[in-house]
């Protein structure tokens, strides 16, 4: 049955309307607005640079399958840091073994106002006159596109809802990334309805020494599937002082068991190892702190002072890599250049203690 061009189903035609298409299966639908949130450092953004670009080169995310699909990645906070990100995945990429990056990905870096139809619109031609209808745009974040409006007020209705019709006009999705409130247990911040208006909401977490995903909301999948992230660290270059730069890149993890962490680890500190040797360092300057954490400019004084290299480059570059291969493996983790034990390895170590000691 037929009004004007609009068609009406009976249950029989509705039953046969199947949606099982998607971007990242379980995680990510072909096509609406997802919300990925999360409290500050806690590698959103690092993993959802990694999982667009898994998408635009069509790569499984972990063990979950990517449809391939143009990227636009709008990095509006943090893109001081983008080069360093992008140096880094492609250093983690070539390690893997992976071929080398030939998905349609761009960056914008310049300001973007989500709430102001004339830009979306504007930017929406952009995309189609490209011939990428279909494609995935990352808003990077929320709050950097809707600058001058009240997170707290239905304002923010008017942004969704272009996000909403930038994913119609273009036949594809939006991800926006963005932060929790004060009470990160109440969810995204801002107005009450951003969930509600939104086809799929992740919440992001820091787990251990990496990032989960969790599906706290989907309109057309179960909630609750989700991915982890390790956070390894590479280095990218050398700054003008002679500095190693660094970065880090979310590694998808797989599902499957692999090698025990404890295993690992005790290859890493085998005595004698250059990482066993940084991390005795470590544990000099921190019983020297007499605090939880030691900056890394006072672990560096002892490291250069115990090290027998003959050249301070030769010492600066042992250091980084062993300091880096440490936090990789879980021993250390950083904040802010400040070093501390993880939790993990720190009851490792009070275990020893007391089976030692009786």
């Known amino acids: ?21 998607y971007t990242i299966k379980r995680l990510l639908p072909h096509r609406g607005v997802v919300l990925l949130y999360g409290e500050p450092a806690c590698g959103k ?22 449809k391939q699909k143009p990227v636009y990645y709008l990095a509006l906070e943090g893109s001081g840091g983008l080069g360093k990100r992008v140096r880094a995945f ?24 989500l709430h102001a139809w004339d830009e979306c619109r504007s930017f929406c031609d952009c995309i189609l006159t490209a011939g990428h209808s279909g494609a995935v745009v990352v808003v990077d974040t929320l709050s950097q596109s809707t600058l001058g409006l009240d997170e707290n007020s239905s304002d923010m209705a008017l942004a969704i809802g272009n996000a909403t019709q930038i994913a119609e006009t273009i036949g594809g999705l939006v991800v926006l990334v963005h932060h929790v409130g004060k009470d990160s247990a109440r969810g995204p911040r801002g107005h009450s309805s951003l969930v509600g208006n939104v086809d799929c909401a992740i919440q992001a977490v820091r787990s251990g020494d990496g990032c989960k995903w969790t599906v706290k ?21 050398i700054d003008p002082d002679g500095e190693i730069m660094t970065s880090c890149v979310a590694e998808p993890c797989r599902a499957e068991k ?3 962490k404890s295993d690992a680890v005790a290859e890493v500190l085998k005595p004698g190892s250059a990482a066993d040797k940084c991390f005795s360092t470590f544990l000099l300057a921190l ?7 030691v900056h890394i400019d006072d672990w560096r004084k002892i490291y250069y002072a115990k090290s027998t290299a003959d050249s301070q480059n030769t010492k600066r570059n042992s250091f980084s890599r062993a300091r880096n291969e440490l936090v990789n493996m879980g021993v250390l983790v950083v904040e802010n250049d400040v070093y501390a034990l993880t939790a993990e390895f720190r009851r490792k170590l009070q275990a020893e203690h007391a089976e030692r000691h009786g």
């Open 90 to 113: 492609k250093a983690w990429a070539q390690k893997e073994g992976k071929p080398q990056l030939q998905g349609t990905f761009y960056f914008w870096t310049h300001g973007f106002a």
């Open 1 to 21: 049955m037929t009004t004007g061009t609009a068609q009406f189903l009976t249950l029989e035609e509705a039953a046969n309307l199947w949606n099982t298409d």
């Open 287 to 293: 019983h020297e702190a007499k605090t939880d954490g």
């Open 258 to 260: 692999q090698r025990s």
């Open 45 to 66: 953004s690092f993993s959802m640079l990694s999982a667009a670009i898994h998408i635009s080169e069509g790569w499984p995310l972990g063990n979950h399958r990517v």
């Open 217 to 237: 909301k989907s309109k057309d999948d179960a909630e609750g599937h989700g991915i982890d992230f390790k956070l390894p660290i590479f280095e990218v270059g």
